[in-house]
């Protein structure tokens, strides 16, 4: 690619991208405008896909809302996409989720990776305490 483009590119992306994969819960904050007003609508679901590279990154994100599936895809690096937050991480062996679509009720369910979203935000677990050290007998 060129690396005029590349520069541009760079100019636009977004400063801070949390870390989320395939088959995590995430909320995405979206701006929304009406009329002279902005507000921020919350879009909570599974990321299905992720695809793209630089400023064309985007993401897919599917819910339920009233029994229907709702998918949404969101640009990475768009100015309307206010902050992505991770609620849980999912445990997953494919790249895509779109095997999701034909399931219903508790067949749309991805297990949880437990304790991953501690490690992911950068919390440290508290140091495994050593045993302790026998003492030498002492000579009489």
């Known amino acids: ?6 520069q541009i590119e760079k100019e636009n992306f977004r400063k ?4 989320f994969d395939i088959g995590d819960t995430v909320e995405v904050h979206v701006k929304i405008v ?15 896909a ?7 990154a985007s993401f897919t994100v599917r819910r339920i809302v009233q029994g229907e599936g709702v998918e949404r895809v969101f640009p990475l690096h768009s100015p309307k996409v ?7 991480k999912g445990a997953v062996r ?6 999701l679509r034909g399931r219903v009720g508790k067949g749309t369910k991805v297990r949880e990776k437990i304790g991953a979203l501690l490690e992911g ?4 677990a508290a140091p495994k305490p ?5 003492a030498a007998p002492a000579k009489a």
Do not use: F, N, W
């Open 1 to 6: 690619m060129h690396p005029m483009i590349l």
């Open 16 to 19: 801070s991208i949390p870390r």
């Open 34 to 48: 009406e009329g002279d007003k902005e507000r921020i609508q919350i879009y909570t679901g599974i990321v299905m």
């Open 50 to 56: 992720r695809k793209g590279s630089g400023s064309r």
């Open 82 to 88: 206010a902050d992505i937050v991770v609620k849980k």
């Open 94 to 99: 494919r790249a895509k989720l779109y095997y």
């Open 121 to 124: 935000a950068g919390a440290t």
């Open 130 to 134: 050593e045993a302790p050290v026998p």
